[in-house]
């Protein structure tokens, strides 16, 4: 079975310092969202990439899908408060791409001290 | 994409008792998914719904604990029975069209006590 691993699991960054979060997968992947989680709450949407060497930016957020398709990383640029959370990549499982079913990293909590 | 209502945020339930949570869609939806991320854990899903049809479950879980309704092509309910402290965890609804971006309810927090 296709599984996502996170990197790093937890994150402390000084407030104005830029970060990396890593999601690699066992299989190629169809299709890769990226969600970010406050603590119990739901997922809000980030962004979706779904081709190889796909780069997409919202804010000072960028995530991009590898060529390879097998890994991507989001990217946050001159991290604030307002970015602590729990980021999760998920992904639609092969054979399920128009069906909704996704699989999911461990996430990865992010703390920015101001 | 679909805006999601899910309730209810949070409960705090007696163990042995059942707790039913709703997710209305504000548009009309083929399939509805539904997952339980227990504490410091990710997403697991529980069960696909589909409108007219029993919901069809993931391995480790069965009809009985987490019986599923899916009356309509925007509402479903997920009740979680016969509650156990194991069973605290977030459970979140989702739907998703196609290779639009899949939007997930607010969840709710339970606590079994």
């Known amino acids: 079975s296709q599984e996502l691993e996170q990197s790093p699991q937890s994150l402390i960054v000084q407030e104005g310092k830029n970060l990396t979060i890593n999601c690699t997968s066992s299989k190629t992947l169809y299709g890769l969202y990226w969600y970010k989680q406050k603590y119990g709450e739901g997922l809000i949407f980030l962004m979706m990439?779904?081709?190889?060497?796909e780069e997409k930016s919202h804010e000072k957020i960028t995530a991009k899908l590898d060529e390879k398709k097998q890994q991507s990383s989001l990217h946050i640029t001159a991290s604030q408060p307002s970015h602590a959370g729990i980021y999760l990549c998920g992904a639609p499982t092969l054979g399920s791409s128009n069906t909704g079913k996704l699989i999911f990293g461990q996430g990865t909590t992010l703390q920015v001290k101001p | 994409s679909a805006v999601i209502s899910q309730k209810p945020s949070r409960d705090i339930c007696q163990r042995g008792t059942s707790l039913t949570i709703q997710c209305q869609v504000d548009?009309?939806?083929?399939?509805m998914f539904w997952y339980r991320q227990q504490p410091g854990q990710s997403l697991t899903l529980i069960a696909t719904a589909n409108q007219g049809s029993e919901a069809t479950y993931e391995s480790g879980f069965v009809i009985d604990k987490f019986p599923i309704s899916r009356p309509n092509l925007t509402f479903s309910t997920l009740t979680v029975s016969n509650m156990s402290p194991e069973d605290s965890s977030i459970y979140l609804c989702?739907?998703?069209?196609?290779?639009?971006?899949?939007?997930f309810g607010s969840g709710t927090r339970l606590t079994v006590v």
């Open positions: 990439l779904q081709k190889g060497g």
């Open positions: 989702s739907v998703g069209k196609g290779r639009e971006r899949y939007t």
């Open positions: 548009s009309q939806v083929t399939m």
